[in-house]
């Protein structure tokens, strides 16, 4: 985040009406996921499932191909069934080729390319082919989110040869719009697993989606690398994770609307307001930062007509009220109780490679905005614990985030002082996909059980503003 001290002419000039993005489909509660019931369970290969005869090239039939190879088989299935139906007229063809390799052995020649240490997984359209590294690739993210992370990247890859066979791009679309569908595809498949359809893997609503999702979260273009018009942009997590709710609650034809508009319209890799050290897009959680976030909060909140909180900086008693960390929202006082040293331990930035790693400032100031939302809710005679309370919540702490944009998302206007950069709401995506956050926490801090659905409400409040909030989320 990046308080902007002089900014009148920036603001000044730009006053446009909002402008509404279609709203997705699907249920908004917290026991239903675009449709489906909200449930956790096991996920992963079913037990008894068949071992695919599908040839893979270069294999050494360990448990990493089989896992791939029947990943494969069972993305070619859903597809063979789906394509005629979404892409009418048109029929789907198996890719060519599969290959495996491993990155640390002896190179081959792959799509014009040696593959010695190339730690990847990829589509090779002039040839039509799939290859992966089972060497490090596939066991790494195995191991580190399960073996749907594997059928994830996969139903990725599988995801460009639709498109190449759907004719739903063009050569000269942009990456990142290439690589948005092949997301959105993969949520496409990812539905038919969870609805129970597929013979090889199951996948829960509840954590195994969160998993998925974790997945894409990982695979995420670096913050501040690039912007979306560079050649080389896959996606925010913000970004890849839309992409992924958009196939998994709308389907393939959804995907086929992918263009270089739709991805402009909502890509969290938008220019940063200006060129800015990556060093200064951290603020410190000091008073000072705090008093720019409560700033921008009040003027984000304005026309709610809501009474702004009081927000203290020491704990706070609230009668019977339990209180939550690193805020606390008590609703007899309308006072936001903050800890600040679990704020900084929160606002630490993101480093897989540190034992006490947290997601970065905007994360814990968004622990902040959440009970601030719940200020707003209070005044509105909404309940600040029910069910739909965390998601309301989610929700307004998205809008609130996408006031802070520069580069209007949806062309709405920035409002106040406080700008937030790129990689800014990736922590948020971060924060809430983990287990304890608060923003999408009710006053007690109870967080809404399903991941899918948290990502969802702030990615709803991002795009669209307050006004779903209470709409969608309605008591
Ligand atoms: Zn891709």
Known sequence: MVSVLACAALVGGCSRAISGIPTTLGGYSTTDVAGLPAANGPSGPKEGAPESPLKVEGTDNGAMDKLARNA????????????PKAFPGKRFEPVKRLVSYDSAGPG???????????????????????????????PQLNNSFGPMAVVTVLAHEMGHAVQHRAGTVTSNDQVIVLEQQADCFAGAYFRHVAEGSSE???????????????????????????????????????????????????????????????????????????????????????????????????????????????????????????????????????????????????ARPPNKDAAATGYGDFAAYAQVASRYALAVQKAAGLPLDDEQTGLRTACMVGA????????????R???????????????????????????????????????????????????????????????
Not at 72 to 83: G, P
Not at 277 to 298: C, F, G, I, N, Y
């Open 200 to 346: 090889y893997f199951r996948v829960s609503t509840g954590q195994g989606l969160n998993e998925v999702m974790g997945v894409l979260n990982f695979i995420r273009d670096s913050p501040g690398d690039s912007d979306f018009r560079d050649g080389n942009a896959h996606g925010s997590a913000f970004d890849r994770v839309t992409a992924f709710q958009y196939g998994f609650s709308e389907g393939p034809q959804r995907c086929a609307k992918m263009d270089f508009n739709d991805v402009q319209n909502r890509t969290t890799l938008f220019q940063a307001w200006k060129p800015i050290q990556k060093a200064d897009t951290d603020l410190p959680v000091d008073q000072q930062s705090l008093d720019a976030v409560e700033k921008s909060l009040r003027a984000v909140f304005r026309d709610t007509g809501a009474e702004p909180p009081k927000i203290v900086t020491e704990p706070k008693g609230c009668g019977s009220q339990r209180p939550t960390s690193p805020a606390s929202y008590c609703p007899n006082t309308n006072t936001i109780s903050l800890d600040m040293s679990a704020l900084q331990k929160i």
């Open 72 to 83: 494969v088989a069972d993305i070619d299935a859903y597809w063979t069934a789906t394509f």
């Open 108 to 138: 081959v020649q792959l799509c014009r390319e040696n593959t010695a240490g190339v730690v990847n997984a990829f589509y090779c359209s002039s040839e039509d082919f799939v290859a992966w590294d089972r060497g490090t690739l596939l």
């Open 413 to 475: 206007n920035p409002v106040g002082n406080l700008r937030i950069v790129p990689d800014d709401i990736d922590e948020g995506v971060s924060a809430l996909l983990g287990e304890k956050s608060l923003i999408a926490a009710n006053v007690n801090g109870d967080q809404v059980p399903v991941g899918f659905a948290r990502v969802e409400a702030f990615r709803i409040g991002v795009q669209e503003g307050l006004a779903p909030c209470s709409t969608k989320y309605g008591a």
């Open 400 to 411: 609130w985030s996408g006031l802070l944009v520069e580069d209007p998302i949806g062309q």
